[in-house]
């Protein structure tokens, strides 16, 4: 075996940029992912039967279903069905924003159920709307019991977005690929590529722990 | 104040309070007393609608809140409510507490609510631990912070329940003396407690439940010397 990193080096500033697309990915499916994912989890403990076999549904159709057949569905099929030609950062952010919000509406809505129910009480009581009760009081707890499982949400998220190197995306692994193809050599722009996720991944952790450790300010 | 008649409440196949109808005036403090599992938080809880009677009506005010189209939101705003285990907003400090009703649902302005807020917190006693959060309280400060938070609101009735249960005997008096004040300022309170002298110190009126029934209803004077049902004295004899 002879690996040779110096051959990859006038490569990796095409690799590093890779890092801003998949963050692009990732961060607006994030966004877009939670905001879709409060609502949902906010379907799940409603009384409502509709909205609530809605949401249930919805989950168990992304917790059933590979991701890429979804984003091959969403990428490949919508064209076919509108002759709208969708761009990858389109077909990929939609694609991760559904997928994320079904395991977040979930997460959410365990960390609402664990919420002590005498603080929804309180609040009634006091004659605060449903509205600002979840936002000011419930939410904020609940937060703080999911963070563990948001940021493992992120990180799947994260390494997810490296699926959209098969629609054409010029994302981190898109690019090892490319300079694995053009100099003949895949360990190491592969290795390289897989290092930046690890690096990526251990500072959504770090930044994760600070936050908790702000959050818990008030215990 | 509040006027109940014919009050019904089940939990499914379990009946919890029977035919209840009792009436409380404005100013009037009544103890609810009885054993365990009698049902005394649940006739406390139909009066702010925590619990939605199955049978008769309630009136505040001379309104009917379990009228369909009554405005819950509104009637909750006039009564506040005490709990045994506190439930202050752990998310936010003791002043945040007191004043986030006034500010999110009264509409005051902020700064006028957070004086009014540090005025309340005086008045319990707590006026140095507006900015600390609650779980650096004790049970007693807790509890006094869970009253202020509820007179923010400036209700016309208040409703307690079990407030000293959960606290340790060395807190229990800091917390009775805040309601005893409360007691002599005309406002209207319903107080579910197992405190017997307190009850027949501050209350006007003595509810005895037993079994989801109101068994007596008699001035302390009368329930503490001479009750009129045998249950009644064998609860007393247990308590006393
Ligand atoms: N949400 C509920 N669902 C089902 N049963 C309930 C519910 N709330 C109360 N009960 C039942 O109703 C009965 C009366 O309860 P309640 O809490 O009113 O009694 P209590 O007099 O306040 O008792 P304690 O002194 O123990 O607080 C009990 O048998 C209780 O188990
Ligand atoms: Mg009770």
């Known amino acids: 075996m002879n690996l040779d990193f110096s051959k990859i080096v006038p490569s990796m500033p095409f690799i590093l940029q890779g890092i801003g697309v998949t963050l692009e990915y990732m961060l607006l499916s994030a966004l877009f992912g939670l905001i879709w994912g409060v609502i949902l989890s906010l379907f799940k403990i409603s009384n409502n039967k509709i909205l609530n076999g809605f949401a249930v549904f919805y989950t168990s159709i992304f917790r059933g279903t590979p991701l890429i057949v979804m984003l091959a569905l969403i990428h490949f099929a919508v064209p076919q069905l509108t002759g709208y030609r969708i761009e990858p950062i389109q077909s990929g952010v939609i694609t991760f924003a559904l997928n994320a919000a079904a395991y977040i509406s979930e997460t959410i809505r365990g960390g609402i159920m664990s919420v002590d129910k005498g603080q929804r009480e309180a609040a009634l009581s006091l004659g605060v709307p449903y509205r600002k009760m979840m936002w000011d009081i419930i939410l904020p707890q609940a937060i703080k019991n999911i963070l563990p499982a948001m940021v493992n949400e992120g990180i799947a998220l994260l390494k997810d977005t490296a699926l959209v190197s098969t629609i054409g995306a010029l994302d981190l692994l898109r690019r090892g690929n490319l300079v694995a193809a053009e100099k003949y050599i895949y360990f190491e722009p592969l290795l390289f590529v897989a290092v930046i996720y690890y690096a990526m991944v251990m500072i959504l952790t770090g930044g994760a722990k600070l936050l908790e450790r702000r959050l818990r300010r008030s215990d | ?240």
């Open chain 2, 1 to 240: 104040m509040i006027n109940v008649q014919n009050l019904s409440k089940s939990f499914g196949k379990l009946d919890v309070l029977h035919n209840i109808s009792v009436e409380v005036k404005k100013g009037e403090v009544v103890a609810i007393i009885g054993p365990s599992g009698s049902g005394k938080s649940t006739l406390l809880r139909c009066l702010n609608l925590l619990e939605v009677p199955t049978q008769g009506h309630v009136f505040i005010k001379g309104e009917e809140i379990t009228a369909p189209k009554a405005d819950t939101m509104k009637i909750r705003q006039e009564i506040g409510m005490v709990f045994q285990h506190f439930h202050l907003f752990p998310n936010m400090t003791v002043l945040e507490n007191v004043a986030y009703a006034p500010i999110n649902v009264k509409k005051i302005p902020k700064d006028q609510a957070r004086q009014k807020a540090l005025d309340l917190l005086a008045r319990v006693g707590l006026a140095d631990k507006a900015d600390v959060y609650p779980s650096r309280l004790s049970g007693g400060q807790k509890q006094r912070v869970a009253i202020a938070r509820s007179l923010a609101m400036e209700p016309e009735i208040m409703l307690f329940d079990e407030p000293t249960s959960a606290l340790d005997p060395e807190m229990v008096k800091e917390v009775l003396e805040v309601m005893k004040s409360l007691a002599h300022t005309g406002i209207t309170m319903a107080i579910v407690t197992h405190e017997m002298g307190f009850a027949r110190e501050v209350a006007d009126r003595i509810l005895f439940l037993d079994g989801g029934r109101l068994v007596e209803d008699a001035t302390p004077e009368e329930f503490f010397t001479q009750p009129k049902s045998e249950r009644a004295k064998t609860f007393l004899e247990k308590m006393l």
